[in-house]
């Protein structure tokens, strides 16, 4: 036995259709998905591999790369996916050891892998191919990330609100209103609303870059307090935030129903968010609303 690399290519392409559709039965893949699976698109870079054994392909590993992430030191791991008859060879760790050795020749100072778990998770997401179940990770009978190194970094919780759970906008209370994001105008004090409060490290002149129907601000007497954000593409809110000192005056109430109100006037029913799993109090707000929980997240960093 003998374990080799080759950088993925256009002659691995069938293989990987393969192997996809044997991880993911419920994917229906062609080489079109396969080539968005391995984010072959402009602005979404990659370091993958073809894992040989013998000169036969028996799976790919490998780290996605985003020119921001990477410029702070980051990157994230993709796989190890092994075909069937693989997958609990003593080997496993070794493969993953190869794609933190990809990150470090990329200048990354760690690697993160999310582990996600609930009902209808599936074995490995097609929709992120950096997320996958406990199952994936599971190699032995053990963790394949501890056993590389990883630890755990945090947790979150998703939660959806099904398109029958109705939702009206809640009273602003006075002297706030609030108004749509302008993130042309509103890019500075947006950055410092999310920077503050959920300890991001945005800059404004990315924010300025949102598209203009992008969230909600709230203010108090111009100066904006707090905002809510959200992702037409996973019908999702993605930032809901106040600055603390305008906290318990249900301005967090207010934001979220005039959001997920306005989601729905463009179309999109059910309503995803995610959640610190130690912040009882979002999660107290999430299920007054109709929310309820759908799955886990956990993060996990490998330091190189």
């Known amino acids: 036995m003998a374990l080799a690399y080759r950088p993925v290519s256009t002659r691995d392409l069938l293989f990987i259709e393969r ?26 870079p990659h370091r993958l591999l073809t894992v040989l054994e013998d000169d036969e392909p028996i799976g790919m590993v490998g780290v996605y790369v985003d020119a921001e992430e990477l410029a702070h030191g980051h990157c994230r791991l993709v796989g190890p996916m092994l075909l069937t ?28 892998a999310q582990r996600a778990e609930g009902e209808g998770v599936p074995y490995l997401s097609r929709v992120l191919p950096t997320v996958a179940s406990r199952a994936f990770f599971t190699w032995r009978g053990q963790d394949l990330l501890a056993e590389t190194g990883f630890q755990v ?20 209370p006075a002297p706030f209103r609030i108004r749509p994001l302008d993130p042309a105008n509103d890019a500075e004090a947006l950055a410092q609303v999310l920077n503050t409060t959920l300890d991001y490290a945005l800059r404004a002149e990315d924010l300025c870059q949102w598209p203009s129907d992008a969230g909600l601000v ?9 905002a809510a954000t959200w992702d037409r593409e996973h019908s999702a809110v993605d930032c809901l935030a106040v600055l603390p000192e305008r906290q318990a005056r249900g301005l967090g109430r207010a934001l ?7 989601l729905r006037e463009l179309g999109h029913r059910t309503i995803h968010l995610q959640v610190g799993r130690d912040n009882f109090r979002a999660q107290a707000l999430f299920t007054s609303l109709g929310f309820s929980h759908e799955a886990t997240y956990t993060t996990l960093i490998c330091t190189l």
């Open 19 to 44: 192997l996809v559709r044997e991880m993911m039965p419920e994917y229906r893949v062609g080489q079109m998905e396969v080539k968005a699976l391995l984010a072959r698109q402009p602005g979404r």
């Open 85 to 112: 008859p693989r997958r609990d060879r003593l080997y496993s760790p070794t493969i993953v050891r190869q794609a933190l050795d990809e990150a470090h020749a990329l200048g990354a100072r760690d690697v993160s």
């Open 153 to 172: 970094r945090g947790e979150t919780r998703s939660m959806a609100l099904p398109a029958e759970k109705g939702v009206a906008r809640s009273r602003v």
């Open 218 to 226: 709230v203010e108090e007497e111009g100066t904006v307090v707090g």
């Open 256 to 262: 979220l129903t005039h959001a997920i109100v306005r």
